[in-house]
């Protein structure tokens, strides 16, 4: 495991994300909150860009729950059927769905224990959903972010809730709401799993990787 970050050095390192990208936002595209919501369930174990292929012209005709429940579970499963796990995701948004409508008065609740009371909605899911649609400091740990927080000692941890809690900890003003997109981000397109592109990597001096590819 990395050897922990100082909390000057974090503050740097988020320092030079924020620089770099003034304004991230998550690569999911969604017109509304319910949206927003249903993208983040169907991408568990799928890409944002294959998620995004097939809620385009899903979302061009749904916008709300009660145009999920029209549309019916089969509608749904033709319109998702090229992501992974697409029958229960179908299953599962017709059932949230309907809960926000019978629960909610069909808009999505804004706290935790809500969220996670929803079908086929986790923590992380409902952390993406409070951070992206509501603003909160919420830290939602996908394998990009558990990468990233332990490879360079900002929040290292055996597990995901681990992670979520050290980040809870050692983010600092004025970064938190925007944290977690910004590691995503860099876990994805530079801190990459198999092969890291420490070359062009901005926080490289910062890191605490032992195994840099320099």
Not at 56 to 72: H, Q, T, W, Y
Not at 82 to 107: M, P, Q, W
Not at 185 to 211: F, M, N, Q, S, W
Request: hydrophobic content about 40%; overall charge positive.
């Amino acid at each position: 495991m990395a050897r922990l970050l100082s909390c000057a050095a974090v503050f740097e390192l988020f320092s030079r994300l924020a620089e770099a990208n003034p304004a991230p936002r998550t690569e999911l595209e969604y017109g509304n909150v319910y949206q927003l919501l249903v993208a983040v369930v169907l991408s568990a174990q799928a890409t944002d860009a294959g998620v995004n292929k097939a809620t385009r012209p899903l979302f061009r005709d749904v916008k709300s729950p009660e145009e999920m429940i029209a549309l019916g579970e089969e509608g749904l499963r033709q319109h998702i059927r090229t992501i992974g796990l697409f029958n229960t995701k179908a299953k599962n948004v017709i059932s949230l769905s309907d809960a926000l409508i019978s629960k909610h008065g069909g808009e999505v609740p804004q706290d935790r224990e809500a969220l996670t009371a929803l079908p086929g909605v986790g923590r992380k899911t409902a952390n993406v959903v409070m951070n992206t649609a509501f603003g909160a400091e919420t830290f939602a740990v996908d394998t990009h972010i558990f990468r990233v927080a332990n490879r360079t000692g900002l929040a290292p941890g055996k597990t995901v809730l681990a992670v979520e809690k050290g980040l809870e900890k050692r983010v600092p003003q004025p970064f938190r709401v925007d944290a977690h997109h910004w590691l995503i981000l860099h876990g994805r397109y530079v801190c990459k799993a198999r092969k890291p592109e420490c070359g062009r990597c901005i926080i490289v001096d910062i890191c605490t990787y032992k195994e840099k590819l320099i």
